[in-house]
């Protein structure tokens, strides 16, 4: 078995032993060897003792998914030994620690023990360090086994631990250790290795979670109230880390603040009360924190407060796996809150558009003056990933809508908070204390008229609602558009997916088109659907409608909202919480068409037989 | 009946105060709430309160929760934004938008209801947090809104209209103020406006959590003879600890306080507040002091009224959190967004 630039290893460890640091390091030294990477870490509801996995593809190609099966196990977890061994490929390696004796009941496979916990005994006196050091003496055996750049390798280990220089010089010495044992006892490079790659320079690697809340910091968000729930809270730490950082006043003070709340109700609470006054303000939360915003969500719609709500989604229903991927929220986000709601959502596709879109976010917030949710996922939010850089126009003006100052008031005619003056269906607002006798209004969540007086008049309520139906089109016309890529301009076969499986789709379209069966796709970024989506639909038979759920949320979304008939669009469903893998999607697609084909030949044929 | 406009009809007469405007102009849209009904009477002590003080009430910023007490904000000061936002969540509403803008007075106004239950999570965060603004509770023992059931601030075997007495232990939520970081800790009676209107200007004058909890009997569900929230219950048993006299910081001291009777206590804005005890022993500086009595006094039946608790350190959450003094929602854009030079050196972080 030859693989050069494309295989799998995979980390099997125990939870709280370290691991996860030094598979980073792995991870990143070969990203910056010019290689394609796809970590994920596959972590339970654990701090310590629960098995963990670390798996990363190497590829040649720009491939961002997960590709599925092993080529090389690093089972340093007894717990879960068994079925870790049953995951490796015919002709694959395990890599494991022969301290102690094991059985190993597969004869095709390559097995290279390494004595890892006997060498750090030898090696260090301190438990703790008898520990952490057995993560680096196996990454240090791979750069051997796997021809890695050593130079790099010692380089991510500098960096690694910047400012505590102390510990380079043992991490390096670690590393050496694993590799010398390697040179020593098996014939290296194994066939299965790297060699350094051509990506382009200025990729990074990053977490949609990081980028977010880069986000955040770009479009001058200066409100921050949280509460930590997995997988959304690097989101919130991640912003309160850069902004301490870039927003210093000249007496030291912060031009930030971020609260950690007592629960998700306060949380979204604070930040409608600092978007009302004026401030840029955001949370991040995730399924169960998404269910206690409801309220607040109705009342930020139908008051029209705007605001980002950034929900990372994890498995569902209620605690469900907190550590695992899903796309399920997407009904509940679309329409929180009860009574005829509708919010605003935008679906980032990898970590360059949780930067982007986070930002945007913020600008149609506050043009549209309505929560806009962004809808990440566990695995863009805590998986790092490669994409290209960062990128911000100087140029760029924040859209901070229609807000009225104090000469605007004097200016203008009446002010009437609700009023459709533009007949873009979205009304001005004004800040508190901007006027000592203008502009002054009551912001409620009960009905009310144009000027924001209580009203129990059916009639005026039933014109403001219809007012919120326009702002929603208005809405479809400012959002993202959705990304369409064509393989064929006759083909009547689509797919439309959303996040985080663009990755799986992308590089399924490819097979699926070697195959001989070309797809266009179309990518969705954002709820409220613009024209492109409907067009897209008319101009297709059959449409595959990938999502992370079980009910085919987006699916529905597409029928009631888009006015696509529901017998065009097929679903292709996955809901255990892994990433998706191109491997699946293909197969899935694949086999609903051949079936269709044996239909329709088997309807055929009934009908010759007639 | 909020939509029935005031005349505005004007007295040439009425007196001014140093901004010019009158008592009139603080007033706010009819009240709606059932004749005789106690949160006007604190509606009318804040009106006269911010008059007197002569704020400027476009800088003033009201919210509120859900109940009949959380109506009431629109009953006075028209010319101040308001905020009636959902249940119990009013608190998380005021310190966002303290957050946003420090430069506002920010005056919460709440129901035993609202507070004591629903909102009691929110409400004792926000003290602990020290979110500079003015809590007012106006607390009638029931629920009004939806018909007369028991609230939580109901004292245990006191009856409802219909007979029924209450099975639980009420919450004295001074008692919980006192416990959780609140600085100004007072309770008052909307019978009482003239021992009312002091405290809430004191409580403007305080840099904080200010909290008032307000007696304020319910007409209709709550003010028969089984009550202890009803108007004769609490004239029959208010025992008032001080009274308090505000200096402004620009009137000059004239008469020496008598020794023992007076405490004097500077606030943030340099205003003097002097409490004249009506109780020797007590000292409102003393949070076990201030503790024992209401528990003390509460045993006897009585209900204790005045500046229970002060406390003069001087920091709210922006002093906690060490934000920078210029309103945050003020905070021009080139400061708050980097720019892509610092973003390539991030990338370059991440490589």
Known sequence: MKRINDFVVKFANVNGSGSASANLLFAKSLFRMGLGVVPKNIFPSNIQGLPTWYEVRVTQADRRARRGGVDIMVAMNPQTYARDLAEIVQDGYLIYDSSLPRPFPREDI?????????????????????????????????????????KVVKQAVRDRFKGKAKLVDPNIEALKMGRNYAFKHFKCPLPVRVKPGKARKDRIMITGNEAAALGCVYAGATVAAWYPITPSTTVAEAFERHAKGMRI??????????????????????????????ARAFTATSGPGISLMG?????????????????????????????????????TCAYASHGDTKHVLLFPGDPKECFELTADAFDLAERLQTPVIVMSDLDLGMNEWVCGPLEWDDARVHDRGKVLDAQALDAGP?????GDVDGDAIPYRTLPGT?????????????????????????????????????????????????????????KLGIINFGSTQAAVREACDLLARDGYKLNAMRLRAFPFGREVAKFAAAHDRIFVVEQNRDAQMRSLLITEAGIPAEKLVSVLNYDGMPLTPGWVRREIAASIESDKSVAAAMQLSVRAM | MTFMKKPKVRHPGLRKNELGLTRRDYEGSLSTLCAGCGHDSISAAIIEACFELDLPAHRLAKLSGIGCSSKTPTYFLNQSHGFNSVHGRMPSIATGANLANRD?????????????????????????????????????????????????????????????????????????????GAGFV???????????????????????????????????????????????????????????????????????????????????????????KLDDSYDPRDSEAALTTLRKRYAKGQVVTGLLYIDDEDADLHTLLNTTAEPLNAVPMSDLCPGNAELAKINKSLR
């Open chain 1, 110 to 150: 390559n097995v290279l023990g390494i004595p890892i916990a006997r060498m750090c005994a030898d090696a260090y006196l301190n438990p703790r360090e008898r520990q952490l050091f057995k993560n680096v003496v196996y990454v240090g055996a791979l750069t051997a086994l796997l021809d890695m750049d050593f």
């Open chain 2, 186 to 276: 007072a309770r008052g009676f909307s019978g009482d406006k003239a021992g009312l209107v002091p405290l809430i200007k004191a409580a403007f004058h305080y840099k904080g959590f200010a909290f008032l909890d307000i007696v304020s009997p319910c007409v209709t569900f709550n003010d028969h003879a089984a009550s202890t929230k009803s108007y004769d219950y609490v004239r029959a048993h208010n025992e008032a600890m001080d009274r308090l006299d505000l200096v402004p910081e620009r009137e000059e001291i004239i008469a020496e306080p008598e020794e023992g009777k007076t405490v004097t206590v500077r606030m943030h804005d340099g205003s003097l507040m002097r409490l004249h």
């Open chain 1, 249 to 278: 006043d000249k007496d030291g003070a912060r031009q930030v603040a971020v609260v950690q709340a007592e629960d998700e109700l306060a949380a979204i609470g604070m930040v409608i009360g600092a978007a009302w006054n004026g």
């Open chain 1, 295 to 331: 309220e607040f969500l109705g009342l930020a719609y139908f008051a029209e407060v705007p605001f980002v709500l950034v929900n990372v989604q994890r498995g569902g229903p209620s605690t469900g796996m907190p550590t695992r991927t899903q796309q399920s929220d997407i009904t």
């Open chain 1, 414 to 418: 009446e002010f009437q908070r609700y």
């Open chain 2, 104 to 180: 506002l007075i920010y005056l919460g106004v709440s129901g035993d209801g609202d507070t004591a239950s629903i909102g009691l999570g929110q409400f004792c965060h926000a003290m602990r947090r020290r979110v500079n603004m003015i809590y007012i509770v106006e607390n009638n023992g029931t629920y009004g809104l939806t018909k007369g059931q028991f609230s939580a601030t109901s004292d245990r075997a006191s009856k409802s209209k219909k007979g029924e007495a209450n099975l639980f232990e009420a919450i004295d939520l001074c008692t919980l103020a006192i416990h959780l």
């Open chain 1, 435 to 491: 006027h000592p006798s203008k502009g002054a209004f009551f912001t409620r969540g009960s009905s009310h008229d144009t000027y924001a007086a209580y009203t129990e008049d059916g009639r005026v309520n039933a014109e403001n609602l219809d007012r919120l139906t326009r702002k929603f089109a208005t809405a479809a016309k400012l959002v993202p558009k959705a990304v369409i890529r064509k393989s064929s301009q006759t083909s």
